[in-house]
């Protein structure tokens, strides 16, 4: 029996299952926080039909670029999402639909899905095209839109460390909107740092508990840096 | 003379009270963080989880963990948190971060903003902007009055895709400092050696002008 | 012969599966936990804000920090996690969860719930009752067939004010398995001597009987 | 200036403000987690006609069991509240309204109010006595209930440590609704058992970030049992 021994060793084992037209978060914002090795080898296997729900759509050539490339994309949902040309070809051309949502609102949205909330009201956006079509109503006087939940089929996350048993603990501003997608996948792979044997990390300081996890692989990580901003010593 | 980037961001400097969470955008607002008031201390809020942004990093201390919502490496104050993106927005949605500065293409009389989307050019999306106009207790806006071409983008009604609706209340250019209220922009300070003559031909939103229109001081 | 209230814990834990993540109610659903078959691992979650909920503490581990959602002082184990109320909730309510038990004072053949209120009696709460039978993948309801009059709580209808709606689908009692579907119980397995006959005299909704009826096995 | 220096050193200069009629969110789960010597000072305060959130109502003598002796609470805001005999008399007799709200809904509704979130809708109560007079609606072929959201004037919370910038650091099964009640408090206050200088607590590590948190008092606590259960060695 495996009990709650979730680590696989191969990124084939780790996307069991993932096929063409599914729903896909990806966690990161930019490059930072990114689970590398799976959307390389997400690009590897070639899926196509995605809808991929992420803040960013990488760069040309790294992160999610890479899936531009291979036209997986049929839907992008995300909040920014314009750092490459191909991006903009796929996106002008119809190739790809985009749908832009409110960085604040795409968080929530996610973090709506993996609570069980199928929606909730919200005062962003009111007034601008993000509300066109959809309700509002208003509360002590103020304005607010109804915003449906997101989930997904798989959840792609990047964590600092793990234990065995799917614990996860992320890392300075590259946590960012992992814990909410790890929640929010039916199905969620957290490529991690280093893995570690359950006991090591403090239960009062795990981000995200073990029961949102269904996978970890420990992954190598390039963390390409997109602005590389220094003051002189 | 109208202010250069760095005198906006000077001027919103004054704006700033001491044990203020705030949330600063990219380009002039980014630069407010280098006016702060001595003896003042403040809390930058970047969206994508962090409570106390400090300055760049030196060469040796570049983390590309942590970076900005501008993408930029950055560091961490001493006292501060980092955060999903989920409490990052709790935290400015619910009203908890006292001042948010952030640029715009355009605002109204009537308090609203475009800043986002330019209809015919690429749109690359509205990042947080729409959560922070929503969210903040207090928005200042850096704009210039106009654009290159000499129109006003101080206007009646805005006429770009909005970002928020009633929610500026003070905007800093160039040329002045003004509140937004009562479906009007109220004239509070001029560019030192700017006339309001040259501020009320720039502003085409309605424009009220006092009696006696100080100068912006500086230190 | 009627399962004592041991016994019926014990059948319920052969309901378990390796690998899963379990919530238990106060009084039998608590006891589940002494009988889950030797070699299987699951993880108990306790609302108040734990994933990993372990045994009594001895004397010496005593800790007024850790308690269950029974605010019993308990252990953690090896691989716990500790998270807000919040978090806990949006764990059962997101359906992360894949087995609740829980006790009940009556259960109708539509699959509706009562078990938090008596009227007429002092309404202590709801707790959270209604959260877990609205949120978790499978939910074991533990209950006697019938009060101590004779009158069973294994009905049509239920009386009392209910907890949830449509949401049970097994219930075991000291008499018998049953599976809700289709707006009837459906006899599975009956407790070691006991006779079809008693079952069907204590069940007060539709009761689908099955040509033969397996007895309850225990190891 | 006092900068983000929030510790206040009197229960006076903590519940500074605090008038009769007011909302108040207190923390803690049955007697774990409860801010206990600001509950005490409230009592010696004697203030009055509150609304009071919290998930329990303490036991007699002991958490909010001694707000109940000085008839402080007018309308009673929780999940389980009966254990205390005190509180019995109160409700049947009128002299105190109760709203039963199941837990993860109060939960979530403290959550939503500390984010700016005014309503959402949940499936936990549809078909109950609490959904009556709720909107209801269908996501999907099922039923949810449309909750909106909790705030309060002050809100007590109880943490393990605060630095003197207000960031917590909650202690085992102790957090439960601190966090939340934290982010939901115009005025928060955070007893705590250690106060540390800023930087000796892992930002990483962090569960409310001072940002919610407007004074934090050092407390003492008894951390009275309410079931002591242990098993032989």
């Given at each position: 029996m495996s009990g709650f021994n979730k680590v696989v060793t191969t990124y084939d084992e780790a996307l069991a299952g993932l096929q063409d037209d599914m729903t896909v978060m990806v966690g990161g914002f930019g490059l930072?926080?990114?689970p590398e090795g799976l959307i390389k080898a997400v690009y590897d296997k070639g899926t196509k039909g995605l809808t991929c729900i992420s803040n960013n759509a990488g760069v040309d050539g790294f992160g999610l670029g890479i899936w531009l490339e291979k036209r997986q994309i049929k839907t992008m949902i995300g909040s920014y999402v314009g750092e490459n040309e191909l991006f903009e070809k796929l996106f002008l051309s119809g190739e790809m639909e985009v749908i832009l949502t409110p960085q604040g609102t795409l968080a929530e949205k996610i973090r709506a899905g993996g609570a069980g909330i199928p929606a909730f009201f919200t005062a962003t956006g009111f007034g601008t095209k993000v509300a066109e079509g959809k309700e509002t109503r208003q509360?002590?006087?103020r304005d607010y839109v109804l915003e449906p939940a997101l989930t997904a089929d798989y959840s792609l996350v990047k964590a600092w460390k793990a234990d065995t048993m799917g614990n996860l603990i992320f890392r300075k501003t590259a946590r960012n909107f992992n814990p909410m997608m790890a929640a929010a996948g039916k199905i969620t792979i957290a490529e991690v740092e280093e893995i570690v044997q359950p006991?090591?990390?403090?239960p009062d300081q795990i981000h995200t508990p073990g029961i949102y996890v269904q996978r970890v692989i420990k992954g190598k990580f390039e963390k390409r840096i997109e602005q590389r901003t220094v003051r002189s010593a | 003379m109208a202010l250069d980037r760095n005198q906006i961001a000077q001027r919103v400097a004054q704006e700033m009270k001491d044990g203020y969470y705030v949330n600063l955008g990219i380009g002039?607002?980014?630069l407010v963080a280098n006016y702060i008031p001595q003896g003042m201390q403040v809390m930058l809020q970047s969206e994508?989880?962090?409570l106390g942004m400090g300055e760049f990093p030196t060469e040796d201390k570049v983390d590309p963990d942590l970076i900005n919502a501008g993408k930029q490496t950055v560091t961490a104050v001493t006292g501060a948190a980092y955060f999903s993106s989920a409490e990052s927005f709790a935290m400015i949605r619910g009203g908890h971060v006292d001042l948010t500065v952030l640029g715009a293409f355009e605002v109204d009389q009537e308090g609203n903003i475009a800043s986002w989307m330019i209809p015919g050019k690429l749109v690359k999306g509205m990042g947080g902007a729409m959560d922070l106009?929503?969210?903040?207790q207090n928005i200042i806006v850096t704009m210039t009055h106009a654009?290159?071409?000499?129109e006003s983008k101080i206007l009646k009604k805005c006429t770009l895709p909005l970002t928020g609706v009633n929610c500026i209340k003070t905007v800093v250019t160039e040329l002045a400092v003004m509140e937004i209220r009562d479906g009007a922009f109220h004239l509070l300070e001029r560019a030192p050696g700017v006339s309001v003559e040259e501020i009320r031909d720039k502003t085409d939103g309605k424009l009220v002008i006092p009696d006696s229109v100080p100068e912006m001081q500086f230190m």
């Amino acid at each position: 029996m495996s009990g709650f021994n979730k680590v696989v060793t191969t990124y084939d084992e780790a996307l069991a299952g993932l096929q063409d037209d599914m729903t896909v978060m990806v966690g990161g914002f930019g490059l930072c926080g990114i689970p590398e090795g799976l959307i390389k080898a997400v690009y590897d296997k070639g899926t196509k039909g995605l809808t991929c729900i992420s803040n960013n759509a990488g760069v040309d050539g790294f992160g999610l670029g890479i899936w531009l490339e291979k036209r997986q994309i049929k839907t992008m949902i995300g909040s920014y999402v314009g750092e490459n040309e191909l991006f903009e070809k796929l996106f002008l051309s119809g190739e790809m639909e985009v749908i832009l949502t409110p960085q604040g609102t795409l968080a929530e949205k996610i973090r709506a899905g993996g609570a069980g909330i199928p929606a909730f009201f919200t005062a962003t956006g009111f007034g601008t095209k993000v509300a066109e079509g959809k309700e509002t109503r208003q509360f002590d006087g103020r304005d607010y839109v109804l915003e449906p939940a997101l989930t997904a089929d798989y959840s792609l996350v990047k964590a600092w460390k793990a234990d065995t048993m799917g614990n996860l603990i992320f890392r300075k501003t590259a946590r960012n909107f992992n814990p909410m997608m790890a929640a929010a996948g039916k199905i969620t792979i957290a490529e991690v740092e280093e893995i570690v044997q359950p006991g090591e990390l403090d239960p009062d300081q795990i981000h995200t508990p073990g029961i949102y996890v269904q996978r970890v692989i420990k992954g190598k990580f390039e963390k390409r840096i997109e602005q590389r901003t220094v003051r002189s010593a | 003379m109208a202010l250069d980037r760095n005198q906006i961001a000077q001027r919103v400097a004054q704006e700033m009270k001491d044990g203020y969470y705030v949330n600063l955008g990219i380009g002039i607002p980014t630069l407010v963080a280098n006016y702060i008031p001595q003896g003042m201390q403040v809390m930058l809020q970047s969206e994508n989880g962090l409570l106390g942004m400090g300055e760049f990093p030196t060469e040796d201390k570049v983390d590309p963990d942590l970076i900005n919502a501008g993408k930029q490496t950055v560091t961490a104050v001493t006292g501060a948190a980092y955060f999903s993106s989920a409490e990052s927005f709790a935290m400015i949605r619910g009203g908890h971060v006292d001042l948010t500065v952030l640029g715009a293409f355009e605002v109204d009389q009537e308090g609203n903003i475009a800043s986002w989307m330019i209809p015919g050019k690429l749109v690359k999306g509205m990042g947080g902007a729409m959560d922070l106009v929503a969210g903040a207790q207090n928005i200042i806006v850096t704009m210039t009055h106009a654009n290159k071409r000499g129109e006003s983008k101080i206007l009646k009604k805005c006429t770009l895709p909005l970002t928020g609706v009633n929610c500026i209340k003070t905007v800093v250019t160039e040329l002045a400092v003004m509140e937004i209220r009562d479906g009007a922009f109220h004239l509070l300070e001029r560019a030192p050696g700017v006339s309001v003559e040259e501020i009320r031909d720039k502003t085409d939103g309605k424009l009220v002008i006092p009696d006696s229109v100080p100068e912006m001081q500086f230190m």
